[in-house]
């Protein structure tokens, strides 16, 4: 009966959290999307057809310096959404000269990733990346591609500061 209805939509309000901090070799975070646990309902029959799961993700990475024109920067990403058991992102990349990095990641219980991308006068980025599945999902999937596109509109670099002019000396 309910596919005769036709197409149903309903507006359902909700809130997230997040804190980022980062610093020239280092990054952390947190995020804590669909913090309201919203019940999903059909709008006719006010039944329960579903809620929206809080999630709770934390990552973090450091860039080290190898030699005069490489970095590494290793990271990990924690994805936790019950019931469903915690995953974790480990991934590393290589940099030449702030400009052309690849790596890899590996996804617990799903995937494993390549990663290439370029770097244009630090401002703006281009990448792709390929997932291979290691799951029982790849029985139906061959892998999935990312292209990926970055713009900075703030300069990286910190501004040099102009020493304070006093009005009475």
């Not at 450091?62 to 019950?82: C, N, W």
């Not at 990349?93 to 590996?106: A, E």
């Not at 900075?152 to 040099?160: S, T």
């Amino acid at each position: 009966p309910l596919i005769g209805k036709g197409v149903e939509s309903i507006l359902v309000p909700d809130a997230g959290f997040g804190i980022y901090w980062y610093g020239d070799k280092y990054f952390i975070g947190a995020s804590m999307p669909q913090l309201l646990q919203n019940k999903l309902t059909l709008i006719d029959t006010n039944v329960i057809i579903g809620q929206l799961k809080s999630h709770y993700f934390i990552m973090g990475g450091y860039r080290f310096q190898a030699g005069d024109d490489f970095e590494i920067e290793p990271s990990v990403l924690m994805k936790a959404i019950s019931p469903v058991p915690t995953q974790l992102d480990i991934s590393a990349k290589v940099i030449y000269r702030k400009m052309l990095w690849v790596g890899g990641s590996y996804r617990t219980y799903d995937a494993m990733s390549v990663l290439i991308g370029y770097s244009y006068a630090e401002k703006m980025f281009f990448g792709y990346s390929f997932d291979f599945t290691t799951s029982d999902l790849k029985n139906y999937s061959s892998g999935t591609h990312e292209v990926m596109l970055g713009v900075r509109f703030v300069n990286k670099k910190k501004k040099e500061e102009k020493p304070s002019e006093a009005l009475i000396e």
